[in-house]
């Protein structure tokens, strides 16, 4: 891997895949600031592709098409990104076209666009496992940029303008910090020549807020047509770079994201027969995390499965945890590390988050070793600081 910077700034890399006909890129721009309204910044992401100076949306789809690039973008919490893959001599071709879409954007379909996203978001809110989740971030990160749930884009959507997402788009532009990555068999030099007049990579100091911290909470929605119950429960906990990060991502593993051999699914779906689903997550920000349980049960079992969650919980705090079993956690958890990362898309993609959230490119390998080393004691003590009292539970039931 090399680490190069572009004339502006930019941080970048490139990783030569030899022999590999196709070639990935990530280029990622810093969120700063908090949306003025919720919603803002998904409708700027949708609309980036829908026409520039140069190009109708009609054309730059007909331009990609015909050229098998596939090129998108996607707004997440922290940061845009902008990524593509196309084949190797299509590299400069989609190179341009990408300059296009980021300096010249014009923002066309806006009203279209945004009784789109409207009828969009109220259809997915029609599932009952939509709506819990919907529920529970905006409880859990309640009055704050990570609570911009569904709902809330719902509420506030009208109130956007056009010209405030012009505006927002300016500032993203203009006062970011950007990371690039490249991964295949290709000449990366020619990424200067067309990126390096995207306005400078800046180390701009974040306006978005810590989150403030979740006491126990319990919410719920009567949904008179669902079928089943739908329970999430969660801790606000540590995120990436936290010298607990390795260990909470295994926690996840041991309790319910290796699916059938997780504790949640063998003792509340096989054992007590009490889940149709059941899982646990982790997910980081980069001001902050939550880990959470989730179930999809018969409503008259919402207070067993409670209970369930309560006694793995317990038992993962109170007994300690078996060196096979963690061994097996660690092989699972490195596996899909493995698996993530196969094709250079992937490996630009995960380069790219890693360094617009403050880490090397290459953090994917510190993280491994730190996986490694994980010990049972770590486990233990990890379950008893972060699996508190203070919790959210959100619940959508008939």
Not at 5 to 24: D, S
Not at 279 to 301: D, M
């Amino acid at each position: 891997m090399r680490e190069f910077e572009l004339k502006n700034n930019i941080k970048a890399c490139f990783k030569q895949n030899k022999n590999t006909p196709r070639v990935g890129l990530t280029l990622n721009f810093s969120i700063e600031n908090p949306e003025n309204n919720s919603g803002e910044y998904s409708l700027m992401n949708r609309l980036l592709l829908k026409g520039t100076k140069k190009h109708s949306a009609e054309e730059i789809s007909s331009l990609l098409d015909n050229n098998a690039i596939e090129l998108y973008t996607e707004m997440k919490s922290d940061y845009l990104k902008f990524k593509f893959i196309c084949l190797n001599e299509d590299f400069e071709l989609a190179l341009s076209i990408l300059n296009e879409i980021i300096l010249n954007p014009t923002f066309e379909e806006f009203e279209k666009e945004k009784q789109k996203l409207k009828g969009e978001l109220t259809a997915e809110l029609d599932s009952a496992k939509v709506k819990v989740s919907d529920l529970f971030t905006k409880t859990i990160y309640k009055n704050h940029f990570y609570g911009h749930s569904y709902t809330k884009i719902l509420e506030e959507i009208d109130n956007v303008e056009k010209e405030n997402v012009i505006n927002s788009y300016k500032n993203l532009l203009n006062n970011s910090k950007k990371s690039l990555a490249i991964v295949g068999d290709v000449d990366y030099s020619i990424a200067e020549k067309y990126l390096s007049n995207i306005p400078s990579s800046k180390e701009v100091e974040s306006l978005i807020p810590e989150p403030s911290k979740i006491k126990k909470e319990y919410v719920e929605i009567i949904k008179e047509d669902a079928n089943q119950a739908q329970i999430l429960q969660g801790w606000r906990v540590p995120t990436i770079g936290h010298k607990d990060y390795p260990v909470i991502m295994l926690l996840n593993v041991i309790l319910g994201a290796s699916g059938l051999s997780s504790r949640l699914f063998l003792e509340l779906r096989e054992k007590k027969g009490l889940a149709y689903t059941v899982r646990s997550a982790y997910e980081t920000h980069l001001k902050s995390a939550v880990f959470s349980i989730y179930i999809g049960t018969e409503p008259s079992n919402i207070e067993t499965s409670i209970q369930g969650f309560k006694e793995e919980i317990e038992k993962i705090k109170n007994i300690p945890i078996t060196i096979e079993e963690l061994n097996n956690a660690k092989n699972n958890l490195i596996g899909k590390q493995q698996f993530i990362s196969e094709t250079n898309s992937q490996q630009a993609g995960m380069m790219a988050y890693y360094s617009i959230m403050g880490k090397p490119f290459d953090y994917q390998k510190t993280i491994i070793e730190q996986i490694k080393s994980v010990t049972p004691e770590q486990i233990q003590d990890c379950a008893n600081k972060y699996f508190t009292e203070d919790y959210i539970i959100a619940i959508i039931k008939p």
